[in-house]
């Protein structure tokens, strides 16, 4: 509640009337430090109530849109969601729009005291909270504006109804419009921004989801072979990007294929589940990963290939004296050759001969400068746990979703597997990778380098066929999802924007406030305490015929008070007595302008 010039209840004379003497009981005692104080409290209720609204409207809109994931609406749900965020809405704007009423009706007694103005634009600037009034006080406060009869209203204009001295005040109540109609404008524009959608049936909730079968590599046996398959696969993730073990990828759209993760010393897949009617737009990151380890051996090699009895390399491990015959079934100069055999070294196991060629001695380009050969074993672990959706669906016994150990031996000699069996090569198939590419760098590398390259190509075999190999599908319950049902779509990015523009321009206004409303006594709204302050005026009428039933213009436009101009003041008291309120007229010489009324006793 502001500071406000109110009679004595024992007093039945205002506490303005011209013709008293001084008494206390006809005076009020007018404390700057007060009224700022009593300004704070009334603009700072305003602008909290405009804050509950705004967390209140927040907290609706989450809770029908779902704290942790989308709900499903029906629409009754939907209706008694309209209701109350129309009920919400309406009443945050007509809680700023009170406020900003407010702060004006504050703020006049400010502005007509700081101005000498006509009696039109002393009548205007009174009802300031209303806009209307406000837009007629810029058109008579711009002289361009000011001859537009059709937005004056009146067949003549007058110089002295400007009611400032220049054009910045017609600017000052075109930015006040603004203020007020922008704000209404943002109210009204935040239920653009929490559409209505089709609800999206969340995997994992309803129904099947569909799982990569890790039993087998094809899904008709003899049709083709599983370990050409297998390398099929993992030449299909040649160029799928890989991440680092910590991080994580759920969003496939950006990607070329589903992520891969590098640890140390291993690599690991992150299965996905997949919607069945739509596996490559409605999917998620389910718990279960899967890991693959390479370790390698390197070996001394004794000069070059040998051909007879069949094609070898003569080499011995190191620390070792004794010199074996390792087959090399096939190479080639600068490239490297991977021979998978196919009897694996155990459960999710294989064993892989590595062999690089050194380049031919005459070649332009000579990078591979020595011959290198290794002897690796490569495992696939069982399926692990990692963050992401759990299934309750999950027998942990279905090898068809925690692989069986042929799967798991076939992912870990991929590299070199072709499915055909060879002459003189039975027991091992191989492969001849051109010097360039992912699996055949054109370097001389050493054993992590080999050991990370058998990693990549299984674990990019095993998201391949994750990717769109055979899918099985697991039944998690009996629910049904309601596709007719709806979500809210929140658009929390603007909301909280408008949210935070329309309480900017509320604690602006309430700086702004508190900055410049604090010159002088404010005065409440009653017609009767206004109509005493106005009685200087109103006598300058005298006894005129018919003066209390002339309307408010025909008084404006009176003789007498036409070309007047009046503001808001007081009067120095006698022999040091108590302040008169009253309003001043200017007269011909230049008024004394008072920038704030001092504390003190006024009447």
């Known amino acids: 509640m502001t500071p406000r010039l109110e009679m004595d209840v024992e007093d039945d004379h205002s506490l303005l009337n011209q013709g008293q003497s001084h008494n206390r009981r006809h005076s009020k005692h ?78 006049r007694w400010s502005i007509l005291t700081k101005h000498y103005v006509s009696v039109e634009a002393f009548d205007l600037i009174l009802g300031i909270d209303e806009l209307t009034n406000v837009a007629k006080l810029m058109v008579l406060s711009l002289p361009s504006l000011r001859r537009r009869r059709w937005l004056v209203g009146k067949g003549q204009s007058h110089e002295d109804m400007r009611p400032g001295t220049n054009h910045w005040f017609g600017l000052a109540c075109f930015v006040w419009l603004l203020i007020n109609v922008g704000s209404q404008v943002l109210v009204a524009s935040l239920s653009l921004f929490w559409p209505m959608q089709p609800y999206v049936c969340p995997l994992a909730e309803y129904g099947k989801v569909a799982v990569a079968d890790l039993s087998s590599w094809v899904d008709k046996p003899g049709s083709v072979s599983p370990r050409e398959t297998a390398w099929r696969f993992g030449m299909d993730a040649q160029s799928w990007p890989s991440f680092r073990a910590n ?79 390792v087959s090399i079934p096939i190479n080639g ?16 196991c294989s064993t892989i001969t590595v062999f690089q060629n050194e380049d031919e001695e005459d070649a332009i380009d000579k990078t591979v400068t020595k011959t290198s050969l290794w002897r690796c074993k490569n495992t696939v672990h069982p399926i692990c746990q990692t963050e992401g959706q759990s299934h309750a669906g999950i027998d942990p016994n279905d090898q068809r979703i925690f692989s069986d150990d042929t799967f798991a031996s076939l992912a870990a000699g991929a590299i070199g597997w072709t499915g055909l069996k060879q002459s003189g090569w039975g027991d091992l198939q191989f492969r001849l990778y051109p010097q360039g590419t992912p699996w055949s760098p054109r370097e001389n590398v050493n054993t992590s380098t080999v050991e990370d390259i058998i990693m ?64 002088t006594i404010v005065r409440d709204a009653s017609f009767f305490s206004t109509a005493m302050l106005l009685k200087p005026v109103l006598d300058l009428l005298g006894n005129e015929q018919g003066a209390v039933a002339m309307s408010g213009d025909e008084i404006k436009d009176h003789p007498k008070l036409r070309y007047r101009r009046i503001r808001y003041d007081y009067e120095e008291g006698r022999n040091g007595g108590p302040k008169k309120v009253t309003i001043s007229f200017q007269h011909r010489e230049k008024g004394h302008n008072r920038k704030k009324w001092p504390s003190g006793e006024y009447r």
Request: charged share 20%; net charge positive.
């Open 456 to 519: 990549r190509f299984t674990i990019g075999a095993i998201a391949a066929f994750d990717d769109h190999g055979i899918r099985h599908n697991i039944t998690i319950n009996n629910k049904v999802c309601d596709k007719s049902s709806q979500q809210l779509n929140v658009s929390w990015r603007y909301v909280s924007s408008i949210l935070g523009t329309i309480g900017i321009i509320q604690f602006g206004a309430l700086c702004y406030l508190l900055a410049c409303a604090n010159r």
């Open 333 to 348: 100069y600068g490239m490297i050759s991977y021979i998978t055999f196919v009897e694996g070294c155990g459960p999710r």
């Open 30 to 107: 007018y404390d700057r430090m007060d009224s700022w104080v009593e300004l704070v409290k009334a603009g700072t209720i305003k602008l909290m109530i405009t804050v509950l609204f705004g967390g209140v409207l927040c907290i609706c809109l989450k809770a029908w849109e779902g704290f942790r994931s989308p709900v499903a609406l029906d629409d009754y749900q939907v209706r008694i969601f309209n209701a109350l965020t129309i009920a919400i809405s309406i009443c945050l704007g007509l809680n700023l729009l009170a406020s900003l009423r407010r702060y004006a009706v504050i703020l």
């Open 247 to 325: 991080e994580s990828f759920k969003d496939l759209s950006s990607l070329p294929g589903t992520p891969l993760y590098r640890g140390d010393a291993y690599y690991e897949y992150r299965f996905f589940y997949r919607n069945p009617e739509s596996p490559y737009s409605d999917y998620v990151q389910s718990d279960r990963c899967i890991q693959t380890r390479a370790t390698c051996d390197e070996y001394d090699v004794k000069g070059g290939i040998q051909t007879k009895p069949v094609r070898h390399i003569v080499a011995k491990l190191h620390g070792q004296e004794t010199w074996d015959n």
